[in-house]
């Protein structure tokens, strides 16, 4: 079920990562000018190579059976996990370079230069509510990892043309599935971007390289949107309620009512396994409780009293209730709409007035399906950081190349490019040069956990 998947998928994005730890890249980096046109190597499929159709019947297609027999051979995942860890002149080529001419990576080429991506996800969510079943979604990850090991081999044979479209299909396999109005297909997008950005910092230490400041500079920021998947978060509700829909038109019959307590009983089983008498009883209360604030509420907007009066009290409740919920809603979403840095403030007191209003028992049931944000928003933010690490490693790269070969100073002392500053702070990265060694570094956003922290360790060599 959507929901359930969630947390599980906020905890893939934190693997890796011990408590308290964030994340350390060392690489070993060479002079390198930009390539001739500076654009030569995309990220993402160039507009030349797109053709039309929608790209999900083929990503659906490479689940073909016949395609699938190395995701059943015994320890071959972790044969593929270690060899994304493994130095070029380590990969197990007899075992693993079949990667190489995959029919299988081939469709997801196809289906990453297709016109548009639709999943015909926003009907089903419309229909299916919070309990829709995405038994395909996590598998997409797998593939991210076999495309990562295509371009894993293609760098360590020098062949930066098939590694460039190997990586736009990493990078468009993940902005694909993030196009959904679910943000776990967001959140598996996001993680399938980052094996991608992965492989290019394997690009950047690879020597010879072409300087990818450009190319990266290219890429979307932020790299996937928010807007989409936030969208499915106001479709599923009167999917699982359907009686909210037009509840402030008219009185509720007997009937009516009790189907819409046996809705928000069911919501209420998503996060908590009381039983319906509990659950009930517990409605109940917090109807009486409320019904005198709602009440004075719904007058004091124009309603007559007899129109109110004639409602029956958990209705009035369940009104007020979904107010307060949308309110809630839209002062948490709308931080989306701005860069991380000046968003986490926001999000943050929005963060606090739902767990205040989860306190004194406002919007119950719907508060609690409200996502985990803060969490979310900055799984978004660290892909961006990554990316504009990148570009400050490539800057550094190109200042090298055209300073004997030696580091700058300070990241001021970089002209020949303009220099991103961390989109999760605002301000530049923390830069520390000595001889051919160099740390850039993102300290972790205020409010969050240490584990968000950033930091490249640079050697460079001639």
């Not at 079943?133 to 598998?139: G, K």
Request: hydrophobic share 40%.
């Amino acid at each position: 079920m959507v929901r359930k998947w969630l947390g599980l998928v906020l905890l893939v994005l934190s693997a890796g990562r011990a408590p308290g730890q964030g994340m350390t890249y060392k690489l070993t980096i060479g002079p390198a000018v930009l390539p001739s046109p500076v654009l030569k190597y995309h990220l993402l499929p160039d507009s030349f190579d797109v053709t039309p159709g929608n790209a999900a019947m083929l990503y659906y297609r490479a689940f073909s059976p016949e395609w699938e027999g190395w995701r059943r051979q015994p320890g071959l995942q972790d044969k593929i996990n270690e060899a994304l860890q493994a130095s070029p002149n380590a990969l197990p080529r007899a075992e693993l370079d079949w990667v190489l001419n995959s029919k299988q990576l081939q469709e997801l080429d196809l289906a990453a230069r297709r016109e548009y991506c639709d999943w015909g996800f926003t009907t089903r969510v419309k229909q299916e509510g919070i309990g829709m079943l995405l038994p395909e979604i996590q598998r997409f990850r797998a593939f991210a990892n076999v495309l990562a090991l295509r371009t894993r081999f293609e760098l360590a044979d020098k062949d930066f043309g098939k590694a460039a479209y190997s990586l736009q299909t990493g990078f468009a396999l993940g902005k694909d599935v993030a196009n959904a109005p679910l943000l776990i297909n967001a959140l598996v997008g996001i993680a399938i971007a980052t094996v991608q950005a992965g492989q290019v910092d394997q690009w950047l230490q690879t020597p010879g390289s072409p300087n990818l400041y450009w190319s990266l500079t290219e890429l979307p920021r932020p790299f996937i949107g928010l807007s989409r998947p936030l969208s499915g978060e106001r479709l599923w509700l009167y999917a699982e309620v359907p009686q909210a829909r037009d509840l402030e038109k008219k009185p509720l019959n007997s009937q009516q009512t009790q189907e819409l307590v046996d809705g928000l009983v069911r919501l209420m089983h998503l996060e908590d396994r009381s039983s319906d008498a509990e659950a009930r009883l517990l409605l109940m209360g917090l109807a009486l409780k409320f019904y005198p604030q709602a009440r004075k509420e719904l007058i004091a907007e124009g309603r007559k009293p007899e129109d109110i009066d004639a409602m029956p009290i958990f209705q009035v409740y369940v009104i007020h209730a979904l107010r307060r919920y949308f309110n809630l809603q839209d002062d948490l979403f709308k931080w989306y709409t701005l860069p991380y840095a000046q968003a986490l403030p926001g999000l943050e007191r929005a963060d606090q007035d739902i767990r205040k209003a989860r306190q004194r028992l406002e919007a119950i049931p719907f508060v609690d399906l409200l996502p985990a944000i803060v969490k979310v928003y900055t799984a978004y933010a660290r892909l961006d950081r990554r990316i504009a690490a990148q570009r400050c490693v490539e800057a550094i790269r190109l200042y090298a190349a055209s300073h004997d070969g030696r580091l700058p100073e300070a990241l001021s002392q970089i002209t020949e490019v303009p220099v991103p500053e961390d989109p999760m702070l605002g301000k530049p990265f923390d830069y520390h040069a000595s001889g051919n060694h160099a740390t850039l570094h993102a300290a972790t956003p205020p409010h969050t956990v240490s584990a968000n922290e950033l930091t490249y360790e640079l050697t460079l060599k001639p």
